[in-house]
């Protein structure tokens, strides 16, 4: 168990299935019109698992946000950490402000922005931290898990920088920038689940 963070393809966006996100897209595209705006329709078909190939994003929320939230409160503005940080539902296309939605069957809120908004603040916290270019670009199948269990451990051991000092700090820098890029790149939702 625990908390993912993963890209949805159009059938579970859509849908109306228990593990579907049909109600939450019906109420986005009813805020969105309501604001002027185009139905977000055009969503990417479901995808899976291939090794290197950025089709999916799967990530374990299992470290410690700690060190990464006092990142956040050091290098961002509070409403800029709560854009980063604060969302449920990340979306590929520019948003003016957050949009909140009541989901009445499941008794809570959504909060949703735009991956354009979440990537500068997402790659601020890279270079805050000075990610190294070997982390993992996609995010596939816990690539970026994997590889700060594994290889930035071993990495962290040759090489000295401020990304070394906390490796859970550093995953969720590359996290949150990896999950604004893929949402951007394919196309897709990204959600909390």
């Known amino acids: ?11 579970e966006w859509f849908g109306d299935e228990e ?7 019906s109420a986005l595209n009813a805020e969105l019109r309501r604001r002027g705006l185009p139905p977000y329709e055009d969503v990417p078909p479901e995808t ?5 190939s950025g089709q999916a994003f799967e990530e374990k ?11 956040c409160q050091t290098h961002l503005s509070r409403e800029e950490s709560e854009i980063l940080c604060g969302w449920t539902v990340l979306v ?19 909060m949703v922005v735009g991956a354009p908004q979440v990537l500068p603040l997402a790659e601020r916290m890279a270079a805050a931290v000075d990610l190294p270019a070997e982390t993992p670009a996609t995010c596939d199948n ?7 269990s594994h290889q930035a451990k ?20 590359a996290l ?16 909390f689940t």
Do not use: N
Not at 97 to 110: F, G, K, P, Q, T
């Open 1 to 11: 168990m625990g908390v993912y963070l993963v890209s949805v393809g159009a059938e």
């Open 19 to 25: 593990d579907g996100w049909g109600e939450v897209a």
């Open 48 to 52: 899976g698992f291939a090794p290197g």
């Open 61 to 71: 929320l299992a470290p410690s946000m700690t060190g990464f939230l006092t990142l």
């Open 92 to 110: 590929p296309f520019s948003l003016d402000e957050e949009i909140w939605l009541s989901i009445e069957s499941a008794d809570y809120e959504s």
């Open 142 to 148: 816990l690539d970026l898990s994997t590889w700060f």
């Open 154 to 173: 071993e990495l962290a051991t040759m090489r000295t920088g401020p990304w070394t000092k906390d490796l859970d700090t550093a995953f969720y820098a």
């Open 176 to 191: 949150f920038l990896r999950a604004a890029q893929h949402s951007i790149r394919r196309g897709c939702p990204v959600i």
